[in-house]
């Protein structure tokens, strides 16, 4: 029995050493584990920074983006007159000037007839004045871009972009004249002030002056701008960019209620244009006689020289031509006297 049991003590001795040599083998492949884990850790480390650079790269779409917005706005403006718009005629300029002159000054000169003069009505005028100049600058350029005088001419003020231009551009160029007016009512009342007063009065009297000066000299400027511009611009609308050009009826444009009646205002333009054509037409054919009259006048000048230097050529050739015959006929007496002194 001893030997029995040493031999079976024996026996799981041998089978035990394998098992703790495997262990131990294994042991590299925990320790194989353990180093995968910080390169799972580097991995895991790694993947913020992929993020931050794949950040970047999204973000690059939207600074295009970006980019072409402010490219989008920053297109140059039109410059020039626009398409399909055409400048107004000297005829029509003349009718807008006039009705427009009517409205603003007619009033204001009545105003000033009334307190020189009548020394009555001063606040039933001042009061037509100011519903005339609150109606023709202010009320109707407010609700159509145009004046009066627009519409009776059938023209507006029109922007490079084809757009009513911005409300103070209407404002300066319809209240020049009235400006220059008031330019020469400061002068008229200032001047003499300045050589016969002193201190501050003196000082407020020369300014007052040469407020005044500034705004004729202004009207004086925009009016020969005007003059010399190919497309009649004065000096507002080189300021703001505009033409005056035809009123063409647009889509969606308003057309009803008040402002249709002073559309309906535009017969009056057109009945003036209507006679000064005719009158044009009258004046072309005038001219057209008056230049065949001249060419029949010339001809005929020219016809009657030509018969004149004829007949003095002809009597000149007859008169050269007596004394040839003359001295031929003495010739011929001398020959017969000298033959008969022979025949002698």
Request: net charge positive; glycine share 6%; aromatic share 6%.
């Amino acid at each position: 029995m001893g030997l029995l049991d040493k031999a079976n003590d024996a026996g799981s001795k041998t089978e035990k050493k394998p098992a703790a040599k495997a262990v131990a083998k294994a042991k590299p492949v925990a320790k194989a584990v353990a180093k995968a884990k910080p390169v799972a850790k580097a991995v895991a480390k790694a993947k913020p920074a992929e993020q931050v650079i794949a950040q970047p790269v999204a973000a690059k779409p939207a600074k295009a983006a970006k980019a072409a917005k402010v490219k989008k706005q920053a297109k140059a403006r039109p410059q020039g007159l626009p398409e399909n718009f055409e400048i107004a005629s000297a005829n029509a300029r003349r009718i807008a000037w006039f009705v427009n002159f009517v409205i603003n000054l007619g009033p204001i000169f009545l105003f000033l007839f009334s307190v020189t003069i009548l020394d009555a009505f001063t606040t039933i005028f001042a009061l037509v004045v100011i519903a005339a100049l609150g109606l023709n600058l202010l009320v109707v350029p407010i609700m159509s871009g145009r004046t009066l005088g627009n519409f009776v001419s059938r023209t507006k003020n029109v922007n490079s972009s084809g757009n009513k231009p911005l409300f103070l551009h209407a404002l300066l160029v319809n209240s020049t004249g009235i400006m220059a007016l008031l330019g020469v009512i400061f002068l008229m009342v200032n001047v003499q002030n300045i050589f016969n007063t002193k201190g501050p009065a003196q000082i407020w009297s020369s300014v007052w002056s040469v407020l005044g000066l500034i705004l004729i000299v202004l009207y004086f400027v925009n009016s020969s701008m005007k003059r010399n511009s190919e497309l009649k611009q004065g000096m507002y609308d080189s300021m703001f960019g505009a033409y005056l050009v035809k009123h063409v009826p647009v889509e969606g444009e308003e057309t009803s209620g008040f402002i249709a009646k002073l559309e309906g205002m535009a017969t009056y333009g057109d009945r003036y244009t209507s006679r000064q054509a005719a009158k044009d037409v009258k004046r072309q054919e005038k001219a057209k006689e008056v230049a065949a009259k001249k060419a029949l006048d010339s001809m005929e000048n020219q016809s009657s020289d030509s018969e004149d230097d004829s007949a003095d050529g002809s009597n000149d050739s007859e008169s050269t031509a007596k004394p040839k015959a003359k001295a031929k006929a003495k010739a011929k007496a001398k020959s017969s006297t000298k033959e008969d002194d022979k025949s002698e």
